[in-house]
């Protein structure tokens, strides 16, 4: 089992940066990818970058490819999304996810990810 807690939302305005964090504990010797999905209301939940889980590859949705970067440091079992030129249509609820088995990962697909954190809030004022 392992746990997801997300930090580093908040209230910015258009243009500006914020870096989103997802702690991970639990059984965490496995290094799980990771991804990062969000949700506007009323709106379904969407892909928005992933990560494996050495590091070497990165995938992003092309709505932020460009203006966010995902990372991970596994010393620390932390994974980040860093968003820059952040726009109106990015508020959302942001969730960091993992996969119980990595060769069942597939990075843009909701379903591929058993464990889910409980969000953090990400609104950006025009």
């Known amino acids: 089992q392992v746990q997801l807690v997300e930090s580093g939302g908040g209230l910015v305005q258009a243009g500006d940066s914020l870096r989103l964090s997802c702690t991970a504990s639990g059984r965490t010797s496995s290094n799980p990818a990771m991804g990062w999905f969000r949700q506007a209301p009323g709106k379904e939940r969407e892909f928005v970058a992933a990560?494996?889980?050495?590091?070497?590859?990165?995938v992003y949705a092309d709505s932020v490819k460009g203006r966010f970067t995902i990372s991970r440091d596994n010393a620390k079992n932390t994974g980040y999304l860093q968003m820059n030129s952040l726009k109106p249509e990015d508020t959302a609820v942001y969730y960091c996810?993992?996969?119980?088995?990595?060769?069942?990962?597939?990075?843009?697909?909701?379903?591929?990810?058993?464990?889910w954190g409980r969000g953090t809030q990400v609104t950006v004022s025009s």
């Open positions: 996810a993992a996969p119980r088995d990595n060769s069942r990962w597939r990075p843009a697909i909701t379903g591929a990810y058993d464990y």
């Open positions: 990560i494996n889980w050495s590091g070497s590859t990165t």
